[in-house]
């Protein structure tokens, strides 16, 4: 996959030299071509049309309104929805909370994902067993590593707080307190990443031909330059690619923190999807929840363009 | 090669008899059941609860030749109430239906019900048998909107075992605040700090019932029973008392904070059952998961009220069974008779020993399987008494509210916020104006002035 | 900067990879190590390196026992198969990186960097990215990037193996004269016989776990030590042909080609080694002992592949093209230039237009 993702990024960047060369060469697209053309592109369009541009309108749409109990636009009150979110300092917070959150998430699961591949990159005896530990929460559901986190961090019998009572460190209420509210979910959240994170950190670095670092120890190269300056640049469009990835599915996270703070304490941990979760679903309040809707995709979008600004300027592909 | 075909045609021959069989039988298995009246029941019932309430569907079948009811697990209460406000009018849509409390308001409104009034006045049901705080709540202007069903009200829960293992007298079986605050401090110290005295839910439910029991509406227009309220108010002088008292044992540290939502009700439930919680509010319906729960003795009270003055009774809670009025008039029939079959004497009183909601017909308390449960555990014997004691009035029949969910978000937040040490009044005054906010805009977009 | 290895031997848990390897190799010398592929040896080249550690001997750089120095403190230099450039870093950086990477000196990097692009003539494609130059480029980067790190010793690892044919030739001596040049100890492995012929001075050929022999070009090609070696080096393959020897002074193939001795051998089984160009091919003789099976054209040269009548396949070569059918008959005689082998494949006797020298294997023997 993320080869694949490479191979797109790398025909993206060619495009625009392809796009110009295509005004130069004017092709002659015949009637009998372009009905080919609709015939393949024609149902792909279709399911695009009904399953997204559709709904992103409707979205949209909804936005503008006041919904009744059934979900029904009924008053048009155009911007106010929008007005009413952003002055709203719990929405304030909510998003502020979110922002913590994804940046929190998407930094500790890089570092702790490359950490980890490296680590098992190592030949040592025992490393292939590490291997599988690592990359275990690959195939740990959202609800069986909420349950597992609610344990750990539960206030009487959790092991945290066993652990701490043990070594006469105060005792923490992790998932009642605001502050470490936020700090259990993004360790649980990492914690899911690792995983997968993993495991495409630890494939990259499978990639990088030995030789390199053989050629750098020869000339005598420190580990961490080492590190720093092959490593990180040989697998640059992982690291890339891992960081969008995380960074968007960090927005949308729902499981752990419905299962395990319900947005709780005291909104601390309500992020962007969740409000959204409970406007629409619990409250029935769909034209808030639209318009939730439609900021967070803004949100994300101009995230993921400053991404794409920022980090790509760092990416070699080869 | 001949020997592969003979098996072959073996193979097939034996496939087409079976599929020609199966067939067969389907078609007379479907014959029979056409002859019925099919009634979907859509419920959110899980557990032992979901067990049983399958055997009554299943003895209903059996009783009675007309109607067939086919009974549907719809996952969640929430998601629940959105599938039956979107199917309504669709062959997918139930013909009787369980939803939660707080969603009585919004079922109502959507007029795609029923109000089974019409059937009690029609069969002269005796309706003064099912308990009228149930009643209440699922009323409007005296008119019975849907069958109470799976209810309970909530209680104080401690353990017995525990007390008396530190010489701590138990409290009243009506107990005030402060009755309270003395055993969960007691409890706390002479335990040197190893064992929480109490826990109260950062829970809207539970919120409600302490302005409830301070006899308080929460919403004007008599908790919305009059008609739909514009306005609610949440820093009453009950709600404050009650907050008072959270912090005043927060403060001396026999209070322990589980936070809101599932995992806080889990552990708490969790921290009860090993020994490290004496007592705790919540819903009668966990008198099962915890009798089977702990060897400890469990001891239980009603509801406590604010020092100086009669509990008023708390509400209920728990989910009501609606007829939807996109069927004909037979399926709505068959619903109706579902419903009296459930509601009947020894069936109220089987769910209670099955499940722990509350025996809502007057003559199951006389039904053996009752005794006997009171018998085994006499506590188990307090809720419903502290149901049947309860008289319904203005403020403990429930909110009849529609944004309940958001209410109880609000409500929630503040006790968070309260639990963390704020200000009492801002906190709630704070929830109060949005929640105003809200049902403003909620009443515009519904079209009510 | 001279080497050397004193019984060096390489074993995985009890998987024995080379064993016994001893030789000196002088300062300055372009000393190529050749073998088949999977002789073990890219592994000696990198014992030497310090990348996998030295199983059992000894190894000296400038007369120091270096086995157990990090790499970096052996003072040496390496090429790799496939260049190990950084895609990420133009020419400049890549030539640079180890430099950069030790904290020398900004100015003295740049200087660095400079000549060695300026001695390889990549001094215009310094801006370029590794896949933006060609094959041959690629190499001379690394090549360039071996001179900028100023060791006097400088391995290679089948640095041409993946160029093409013609720019493998081009290379061969650009390498060779910047050897010269800068004066280097060069250890170059390769399992291109002709690569070895062509530039080194001394030669080592490895296989089965060990040293088959060590010797000069001249050495390797005329005086080979055992069937292995000489099957090794020299194209079209040499004829090694079984002999059962019983009369005294002639080994003999068939009727027809037999090879005289100045000395008697010992009765017993041999293997007579001729070079397919010290075989002569007779179509018009009318006495034939062989039948052509097919023949390949080369352009200066022809090799014919032909069955003997015993049944034993023999290659010989003859000048320019030759016009003859398949199974058309001819008659195979020998040039009195051969090899004797004995059953161990060890040879006992080289040949060379009448003068005929015994080795150590044959003690009968002496200088004829």
Redesign the interface.
Known sequence: MEQQVTNNSKKLKQLPQNLSSLKTVSYDVNARDKLHAIWFLGPSLLVLAVFVFYPMLRTLYLSLF??????KP??FVGLQNYW?LLTSS?YLASLQATFVYVIAVSILTLIFGLLLAQAASFKVKGSNFFRTVFSGTMGVSVSVA?IFW?FMF????GLLDQIASVLHLPVI?W????GW?MTAIVISTVWMNLGFTFLIFFGALQTV?V??Y?????????KS?QFF??TL??I?PTVFFVSIITLIESFKSFGLID?????????ATNLLVYRIY?DA?????Y?LASTESVILAIIIAIFTFLQFKILEKRV?Y? | MMKMRQALLKTIGTAAAILTIGGVWATQVRAQATKRTKVVFWNEMTGPAQQKLNEFVKEFNQSQTKYQVVSQFEGNYNEAVQKILNTHGTDASPAVFQSMDISTSQIYHSGYTTPVQKFVDQDHYDIDKISPVARAFYSEKGKLLSMPFNTSQPVLYYNATLLKKYHITPPPTDPSYSDITRVATQLYQRSHQKVKGLSVEIYGWLFEQFMANSGESMANQADGHNGTPTKVNFDTPGAIKAMKWVQENLKSGALMNFGSGSSASANEMAAFLSGKLGIFLQSSADISQLTAGTKDKLGITYYPHPDGQKANGVAIGGASIWISNDKPATVQRGSWEFIKFLMKPENQAQWQAATGYLALNKDSQQEKVLQELYQKVPAAKVPSEQLSKTKPDETNSGVFLQGLIQERTLTQTAMDQIYNGSNIKNSLQQAEDAMNTYIKSNNQANGVK | MSIELQKIAKSYADNLVLQDISVQIQTGEFFAIVGPSGCGKSTLLRMIAGLIPISAGILKIDNQVVNQLPPQQRKLTMVFQNYALFPFLNVHDNVGFGLKARKLAPVKVEKRVKEALELVNLSEFAARKPRELSGGQRQRVALARAIASDAKICLMDEPLSNLDAQLRGKMRSEIRELQQRLGLTLIYVTHDQIEAMTMADRIMVLNDQQIQQVGTPTEIYQRPQNAFVAGFFGTPRINLLPVQHAVAKQLVVDESLTVNLNQPLPAGKYYLGIRPNDLRADFASEKTNAALRNLEYLGTQSVIHAELDNGQLVRVTVDGKLTAGINQRLLVTAEQNFIVFNEQQQAVLFAERGKQIGTTSNQQLQEA
């Not at chain 1, 539960?154 to 019998?157: F, Q, R």
């Not at chain 1, 053989?214 to 420190?222: D, H, K, R, T, Y």
């Not at chain 1, 395990?260 to 909104?267: I, Q, V």
């Open positions: 006041l919904t009744n109990n059934l979900g009924t008053v009413s719990s909420a609610l539960n206030p009487s019998i209420n998932l009642t307190q605001p509210a031909p030789n390199l053989e050629a750098a120890q020869i000339e005598g190269v420190s330059y300056h092959i640049p040989m640059s299962l395990m703070t319900a947005g709780g304490p005291n909104n409970q679903f619990l409250n029935g309040n034209g070699t080869q």
